[in-house]
């Protein structure tokens, strides 16, 4: 279990986590909450404005969140669960695109 842990993604600041993840709206509270990766809410919030500014509406600001998430897990997946893992195998289309 402990190779799950050797993902790049940062480590978390000192803080309370659970603050932040309380002043997120509901949908990305319910979005982290099914997220396949454990996303820090203040990370979710960043991309949520970004995602925002782009312009579109919920529907794709969630697409383009599922979307990061593919992309995380396909970077890390061949490093984890190596290179046979689905996740690192469609994540090389997915970043082809």
């Known amino acids: 279990m402990r190779r799950n842990l ?3 993604l940062r480590r978390g600041r000192p803080g309370d986590a659970w603050a932040s993840f309380d002043r997120l709206p ?3 509270r ?3 909450a099914g997220a396949a990766i454990p996303w820090c809410p203040r ?3 960043r991309l949520w404005a970004r995602v925002q500014a782009e312009g579109g509406d919920e529907t794709a600001w969630l697409d383009r969140l599922d979307r990061a998430e593919a992309r995380l897990l396909a970077r890390d997946a061949p490093r984890i669960w190596g290179e046979g893992h ?3 195998q469609a994540g090389r289309r997915v970043l082809r695109r």
């Open 6 to 8: 050797r993902t790049r």
């Open 26 to 28: 509901p949908v990305l």
């Open 30 to 32: 319910a979005w982290i």
């Open 43 to 45: 990370s979710v919030a």
């Open 86 to 88: 689905p996740c690192a």
